[in-house]
């Protein structure tokens, strides 16, 4: 099994507390389908998959670390 990425959690980016929402753990993680199904259920959550402030606020998040190599790659395929 792949190794999932942005587990649901708080994350500080200074003064602000943000959390990865379903959708973007979805997206990061390649799952089209579910990517998908949420966007049927509410519409609005294109906004936060298409969002620059948002994606900004994530490439902060897996930018320094390795693991998290693929999940621009996965964000993009499912775009």
Same mark, same amino acid.
């Given at each position: 099994?792949?190794?999932?990425?942005?587990?649901?959690?708080?994350?500080?980016?200074?003064?602000?507390?943000?959390?990865?929402?379903?959708?973007?753990?979805?997206?990061?993680?390649?799952?089209?389908?579910?990517?998908?199904?949420?966007?049927?259920? !509410?519409?609005?959550?294109?906004?936060?998959?298409?969002?620059?402030?948002?994606?900004?606020?994530?490439?902060?998040?897996?930018? !320094?670390?390795?693991?998290?190599? !693929?999940?621009?790659?996965?964000?993009?395929?499912?775009?």
């Amino acid at each position: 099994m792949a190794p999932t990425y942005f587990p649901l959690r708080w994350e500080s980016t200074g003064d602000q507390w943000w959390y990865a929402s379903p959708i973007d753990w979805a997206a990061a993680n390649g799952h089209y389908d579910l990517v998908r199904e949420l966007l049927r259920m !509410d519409s609005n959550h294109l906004f936060k998959l298409t969002s620059l402030c948002r994606i900004r606020r994530l490439e902060v998040v897996w930018d !320094d670390e390795e693991q998290f190599n !693929d999940v621009a790659k996965f964000r993009s395929e499912v775009a």
